[in-house]
């Protein structure tokens, strides 16, 4: 396996409410809801970047493909990061995040490495880590 991801899917409740979430609350770009037309079909693709999207897909549809038992969601299980260019931009986007109906979990502060870092949750729990490293090189 080469190390490539194209796709990351989260889990969500509510479909509607979490593109709602993204797209108006954070500005993120998708083309809407597809696969409507099928059972356990709706999905919804955001672009994150070259080659890289978020899908957005109801825990029951991941659990009908999978045939996984449904298991409540745990918000510690895993991290998104959103890596910025300033200490600035972090406050920037966690009230972007908190405006938009995010949990803070976590107010952006100094790390111990360094940098500049604060957590929020989205709709559904899933953990975000929006963070300024003056050691990673944003591209």
């Known amino acids: 396996m080469k190390p490539y991801?194209?796709?990351i899917t989260l889990a969500v409740k509510d479909l509607e409410e979490s593109l709602k979430f993204y797209c108006e609350g954070l500005g993120l770009h998708s083309k809407g809801i597809l696969g409507q037309d099928y059972a356990y079909g709706a999905v919804?693709?955001?672009?994150?970047?070259?080659?890289?999207?978020l899908a957005l897909w109801p825990q029951q549809s991941i659990q009908q493909d999978t045939g996984l038992e449904l298991n409540p969601m745990c918000p510690t299980?895993?991290?998104?990061?959103?890596?910025?260019?300033?200490?600035?931009?972090?406050?920037?986007?966690?009230?972007?995040a908190?405006?938009?109906?995010?949990?803070?979990?976590?107010?952006?502060?100094?790390?111990?490495?360094?940098?500049y870092a604060g957590y929020f949750q989205d709709p559904n729990g899933h953990v975000w880590e929006v963070i300024w490293n003056?050691?990673?090189?944003?591209?």
């Open 77 to 96: 299980q895993m991290t998104l990061g959103h890596n910025v260019f300033s200490p600035l931009e972090v406050d920037q986007v966690m009230a972007q």
């Open 44 to 53: 919804a693709f955001i672009d994150l970047q070259s080659d890289l999207k």
């Open 98 to 115: 908190a405006r938009a109906g995010a949990q803070i979990i976590k107010p952006a502060q100094a790390t111990f490495y360094g940098g």
């Open 5 to 7: 991801i194209s796709v």
């Open 134 to 139: 003056p050691c990673w090189e944003n591209d």
